[in-house]
């Protein structure tokens, strides 16, 4: 049940311009529908020179598997043709366009009322990771340590901003799951924004929280760099998820920037 995807390098790009990476989506152990949705592209998205999304669909019976999916073929439509030159408010109009699909959809259909997506995007331009989400799928930067770069719009993360909960405590809270931002939830969407340095080395990873609820963060740095290369890693991810109760569906884009 797993879709995996590979996509090409090239060895004639400048340095921190050559990529490479691999992705997978599994539907777990306990799930009837994988309602993750993943696109790669190394090669030009519109002005975005690749691109590489994570959305986890919410709602019910199809409805889930449906928001992450046109959600992501709205936003790729939408980049495709920008004239902006900006990579964040080529991400901003594309998830806006996104929500406001999504709502037009569930406002049509009964069946899909309701339904919503998280979804995290990313571009590498040259040394630099520009990067946008909504909800609670992650994006992190995997060295000699781990960096979580996207901050959970979640119940329990705001419990812990404000200091009303700690992080340990978080990850077992009986709400954890409940998500405060998601594309399709209201008429206006509010996407977060980050620009990361990257070194020599890192590898990024972006994930559902399929993958996170199953693991620690340190586990999930070990796997990492334990691992031969990205196919490994990923695989060797997927299968540890599972092995912890594979809750939900897991997903895992993993590029190598400076290979």
Do not use: W
Not at 35 to 46: A, L
Not at 137 to 163: C, F, N, P
């Amino acid at each position: 049940m797993c879709r995996r995807h590979r996509t090409r390098t090239d060895s004639h790009r400048r340095k921190f311009d050559v990529l490479k990476t691999f992705s997978i989506t599994d539907i777990g152990r306990k799930r009837n529908i994988n309602q993750d949705y993943i696109y790669t592209s190394e090669e030009p998205v519109g002005n975005l020179p690749n691109v590489f999304i994570v959305a986890d669909g919410m709602g019910g019976h199809n409805a889930g598997d449906y928001a992450s999916k046109v959600t992501v073929e709205t936003m790729i439509h939408e980049m495709e043709n920008s004239f902006e030159k900006n990579p964040s408010l080529i991400f901003r109009k594309a998830i806006e366009e996104a929500n406001t699909v999504i709502r037009k959809c569930a406002s049509e259909d009964k069946k899909l009322e309701g339904m919503g997506t998280t979804v995290v995007a990313a571009s590498c331009m040259g040394r630099f990771l520009q990067v946008a989400n909504v909800g609670d799928s992650r994006l992190y930067v995997v060295g000699s340590k781990i960096r979580q770069i996207t901050r959970d719009h979640s119940y329990v993360e705001e419990m812990v901003r404000i200091g009303e909960l700690d992080r340990e405590d978080a990850r077992n809270h009986p709400k954890k799951n409940i998500i405060t931002r998601a594309v399709g939830a209201e008429d206006h969407v509010e996407p977060d924004f980050f620009t990361v340095e990257l070194q020599e080395g890192d590898i990024v990873l972006m994930c559902t929280d399929g993958l996170t609820n199953m693991l620690e963060d340190e586990e999930i740095r070990m796997i990492i760099n334990g691992a031969r290369d990205l196919v490994e890693q990923a695989q060797h991810l997927v299968e540890a998820a599972n092995a912890n109760g594979g809750k939900d569906n897991i997903s895992v884009i993993l590029i190598e920037p400076c290979a």
